[in-house]
């Protein structure tokens, strides 16, 4: 028989038997707890801090100085290495063509953008800042060097960078042969050297007397003389930095060749290096621009502009509406940082706020009517018939309305079309869903506007009368920040793809033309 006080737990095997069961229920609550982190809180560290690479951008020696200035600080500000590759311009080009790498290419003059281009080579181009020919000689100007004649002469020894390789060679045989100078000037050069900094080093060792350089090389150089000598000092080379076809991350190459353009980062190291600056935007790692566009316009620009943001990094704030709307939020002090309008007319508006516009397209009123045109309305005439019900955009509030109305004077059916119109909107859009309800029997649109009605109404060409006929610029905002981003939406707004989407919608391509 068992003993009633032996079988019963003792007190410290209780105690024990509730530390094992408090620690395992602990435990689980400290599980559940991880899990449920994993599950509700994201990962941040790759989408914070996502991995970099160094980029890889070839210069022209002619611009160590700053590229190299300017590399260091933008490591040190956002952590991104940038490798940057000195030689000649030319050398440079082909190395790209061999290699396939690299983000950026800054030659020391546009000219070798063109061959970059032509090999398919480039994709943005960033203006950065201009540089002048001049005659390299020892301080004091010992040769006494005053004219192009002197460097002909029996005691001057000339060294020049070779046209094949360096910009400045290039530059100055293509100015001279137009004079018919080159030749004879080459016969008297000593030397001709792949880069313009070895040209410059070899008057600065007295291996020769003179050489052709760079304004801007009067601070690297401060023992030798830049000489301004006519017709060399009007040969002017522009710089410019583009984003390569070859780049694996065109959005980092993007934002870098914003930082070294940039007005207070890059800019000012190539000011103090003696280099006349290009008009560079603010620095902001993701700035964000303001679009105002005419509501016709959305669906021919969206889908570009939505591209545009991801490669660049950046935001564009659009704001669609009916020009008239949008005029007299601009004349009240909202001013974007570009413009695309309906018509010239309502840019014309408002163009001591914009630059010159340049024009995307061009769009056509037609008279929208129900499948089959059960009406048979063939002519602006016929929109005045008893009892037609006949929508219009607003005259005030859109360029649709504005134009609707030049149109109906032009064809002298102003009065009698009046008498039918039930509604005034500030949007082609609005009417034509009018339409599909069957609220209208007819309504004056643009041929854009129409897609959204395809297969279910029917389109009646407005001819003969030229103003029913529009065009849509764009340009860039006066008192914007961002004027070089600006205009690379404005430019990819002109490039082939967008060109495709203008057309599906039904718009005439213009392609950038500053004539309307």
């Known amino acids: 028989m068992s003993d009633p006080i032996a079988d019963s737990p003792s007190p410290a095997r209780n105690n024990r038997?509730?530390?094992?069961?408090?620690?395992?229920?602990?435990?689980?609550?400290?599980?559940?707890?991880?899990?449920?982190?994993?599950?509700?809180?994201?990962?941040?560290t790759a989408a914070v801090n996502p991995p970099s690479r160094t980029l890889i951008v070839h210069v022209a020696a002619s611009l160590r100085?700053?590229?190299?200035?300017?590399?260091?600080?933008?490591?040190?500000?956002?952590?991104?290495?940038?490798?940057?590759?000195?030689?000649?311009?030319?050398?440079?080009?082909?190395?790209?063509e061999l290699s396939r790498q690299g983000d950026l290419y800054l030659p020391a003059d546009d000219s070798y953008l063109?061959?970059?281009?032509?090999?398919?080579?480039?994709?943005?181009?960033?203006?950065?800042?201009?540089?002048?020919?001049?005659?390299?000689?020892?301080?004091?100007?010992?040769?006494?060097?005053?004219?192009?004649?002197?460097?002909?002469?029996?005691?001057?020894?000339?060294?020049?960078?070779?046209?094949?390789?360096?910009?400045?060679?290039?530059?100055i045989r293509t100015a001279l042969q137009k004079r018919n100078e080159w030749d004879i000037l080459a016969k008297k050069t000593i030397v001709f050297k792949p880069a313009v900094t070895e040209v410059a080093n070899d008057v600065k060792l007295g291996t020769a007397d003179a050489a052709f350089g760079w304004d801007t090389m009067s601070a690297t150089y401060p023992d030798l003389e830049m000489l301004s000598i006519p017709p060399l000092d009007t040969i002017v080379a522009s710089v410019s930095a583009t984003v390569l076809s070859t780049t694996t991350d065109a959005t980092a190459a993007l934002r870098f060749a914003r930082y070294l353009s940039a007005s207070d980062r890059g800019l000012p190291h190539f000011a103090r290096a003696g280099f006349k600056v290009a008009a560079g935007d603010k620095w902001a790692e993701m700035p964000e621009i303001a679009v105002f566009a005419g509501a016709m316009l959305r669906p021919a620009i969206e889908e570009t502009i939505t591209a545009f943001e991801s490669r660049e990094g950046v935001r564009v704030a659009r704001i669609y509406n009916g020009c008239g709307i949008l005029v007299a939020q601009m004349k009240s002090g909202k001013h974007p940082d570009a413009y695309i309008s309906c018509d010239v007319a309502f840019m014309k508006q408002v163009d001591d706020l914009f630059d010159s516009p340049r024009t995307l397209s061009r769009n056509r009123l037609v008279i929208a009517v129900q499948k089959g045109n059960p009406h048979n309305i063939q002519t602006l005439k016929d929109l005045g018939r008893k009892g037609l019900r006949v929508g219009v955009g607003h005259e005030q509030q859109c360029a649709l309305g504005a134009i609707t109305k030049q149109t109906f004077l032009a064809g002298k059916v102003y009065g009698d079309v009046s008498e039918n119109i039930v509604v005034q909107v500030p949007a082609g859009d609005m009417l034509v869903n009018q339409m599909r309800t069957g609220s209208l029997d007819a309504a004056v649109v643009y041929v854009s506007n129409m897609k959204l009605g395809a297969g279910e109404l029917d389109a009646v060409p407005i001819t003969g009368i030229p103003c029913s006929i529009v065009a849509q610029p764009a340009a860039i905002g006066r008192e914007t920040q961002f004027p070089q981003l600006s205009k690379r939406l404005i430019d990819r707004l002109l490039t082939a793809d967008s060109e495709r989407i203008f057309r599906d919608w039904g718009f005439d391509w213009v392609g950038g033309s500053n004539e309307p």
């Open 17 to 44: 038997s509730r530390w094992f069961w408090g620690i395992l229920f602990i435990a689980g609550l400290i599980g559940i707890a991880v899990t449920l982190q994993s599950i509700l809180v994201p990962k941040r």
């Open 114 to 171: 063109a061959l970059a281009r032509s090999k398919n080579l480039t994709a943005e181009v960033i203006p950065i800042a201009t540089q002048s020919v001049r005659v390299v000689v020892q301080r004091g100007n010992p040769k006494r060097i005053a004219t192009l004649d002197d460097l002909l002469r029996p005691d001057v020894r000339l060294a020049q960078a070779n046209p094949d390789s360096a910009a400045i060679g290039k530059l």
């Open 65 to 96: 100085v700053p590229m190299e200035a300017i590399a260091a600080e933008y490591t040190r500000e956002t952590g991104n290495e940038v490798e940057v590759r000195l030689g000649p311009s030319q050398t440079l080009l082909a190395n790209i």
